[in-house]
Structure formats: structure tokens, C-alpha cells
Nanobody, 116 residues
Framework: QVQLVESGGGLVQPGGSLRLSCAAS????????MSWYRQQAPGKERELVA?????????NYADSVKGRFTISRDNGKNTVYLQMNSLKPDDTAVYYC????????WGQGTQVTVSS
């Protein structure tokens, strides 16, 4: 059974940092292209935040988070991370982990709220 379990969300003040984790199981993690998406409000489209290739050798970021967020992965731990620095209120969203192998899988999401 495939599982993507996100953790690390919470409430943080503007300018603060959070590190999201996504623990994967049920598929060959080291072959999967991994991404983080976010949805800023119910009914709003999920947007791609960051992605990383299976080896971790290449990454991609949305313009809105470039220079502030860093995606990384540990294939030995079947985990992908999103380090978020200099957080802004506009970063408030539910953040979802996504895996693309033969199929596409989603986590359940973790809430990030940036507010003073």
C-alpha cells in the first residue's frame, strides 16, 4: 500500500522557517520524481512549489519561492524534505507531497500558516 505522510507544518511568524518532511512507502522511492505542491484555499488550484529528480541531481522551483525554499531527498530514508525560509503570509497553504513513478501518488497534506 502506497503511503506519503507529510509532517512539519504549523504556525510560524513572517520571516520564520519550517521544514516539511514526507515519508514514503509502498513504492520504489529512489525511482520516483518527487514534488511539493500547495493549495492556498479550498477550490483553488494546487500549484507546484518545488520538485526533485529521482537521484536528487536536479531541482525546480516556482518563481514565488526561489531563493527561500529548498527541496531535498534522502533515498536511504525514503523521505523528501522542503526547507522553507523567510516565510511570508502568502505562503499560507496546505502543502502536499507528490510522487511520480509509474503512477502518481499524493499525501494527505500538512497545513502551514504564516501569521503574526
Amino acid at each position: 500500500q502506497v503511503q506519503l505522510v507529510e509532517s512539519g507544518g504549523g504556525l510560524v511568524q513572517p520571516g520564520g522557517s519550517l521544514r516539511l518532511s514526507c515519508a514514503a512507502s509502498g513504492f520504489i522511492f529512489s525511482r520516483a520524481y518527487m514534488s511539493w505542491y500547495r493549495q492556498q484555499a479550498p477550490g483553488k488550484e494546487r500549484e507546484l512549489v518545488a520538485s526533485i529528480t529521482s537521484s536528487g541531481g536536479s531541482t525546480n522551483y516556482a518563481d514565488s519561492v526561489k531563493g527561500r525554499f529548498t527541496i531535498s531527498r534522502d533515498n536511504g530514508k525514503n523521505t523528501v524534505y522542503l526547507q522553507m525560509n523567510s516565510l511570508k503570509p502568502d505562503d499560507t497553504a496546505v502543502y502536499y507531497c507528490n510522487a511520480l513513478d509509474i503512477y502518481m501518488y499524493w499525501g494527505q497534506g500538512t497545513q502551514v500558516t504564516v501569521s503574526s
